[in-house]
């Protein structure tokens, strides 16, 4: 696995925005797993995702919408079953692959330093006229999708390692009636 290639760059390009706060360099220590360097220069800053131990499964009795005993059942599995622990987990990532094969922009997210943030709304550009958006590369959509399959790689890891520590003890996963 790449380790996080442009820590250095991205450090500077953070202290040019906020000097030399230490509160904001403790938290992209913390919560930045890698960066993207885009044709620009700028950088896509990926974060470390987060464990998800919460589940909530809604029902409705309309057509559209999944019935009582099918969200028991998921919430059941969700509580019992690891896989369907990691899957749930992993789900975010995957869709974020999915986004960026479907067409992603990036704008500046900070006055002076050179990072930008993913946009997958394509009326963002019209409805935010003030904001600037660029339309990514092909090859940077592959190094984006290369990195997100990275952060997959990880989180497999860690959840592995958490269902090692705590198994699905602490996985809380229930149903709500779903109102439409």
């Not at 885009?38 to 919460?54: A, C, F, M, Q, W």
Request: overall charge neutral; charged content about 30%; some cysteine.
């Amino acid at each position: 696995m790449t380790t996080y290639l442009y820590k250095k760059e991205v450090s500077e390009e953070i202290r040019k925005e906020y000097g030399e706060d230490t509160g904001v360099f403790a938290y992209y220590n913390k919560r930045i797993s890698n960066a993207v360097k885009l044709d620009n220069g700028g950088y896509v800053l990926i974060e470390k995702p987060s464990i998800i131990t919460r589940f909530c499964y809604g029902y409705s009795d309309t057509l559209d919408g999944s019935e009582m005993q099918e969200a028991g059942k998921s919430a059941h599995n969700a509580r019992t079953n690891p896989e369907c622990f990691i899957k749930e987990n992993l789900k975010p990532l995957e869709e974020k692959i999915c986004d960026l094969y479907a067409g992603a922009l990036v704008y500046k997210s900070y006055e002076n330093a050179k990072i930008y943030e993913l946009c997958f709304d394509d009326y963002a550009p019209k409805r935010y006229t003030d904001i600037s958006f660029i339309e990514l590369s092909k090859a940077e959509i592959e190094r984006l999708v290369n990195a997100y399959k990275e952060e997959i790689k990880k989180l497999t890891k860690r959840l592995n390692t958490y269902l090692k520590r705590y198994g699905l003890s602490k996985v809380y996963a229930w149903t709500y009636w779903r109102d439409e």
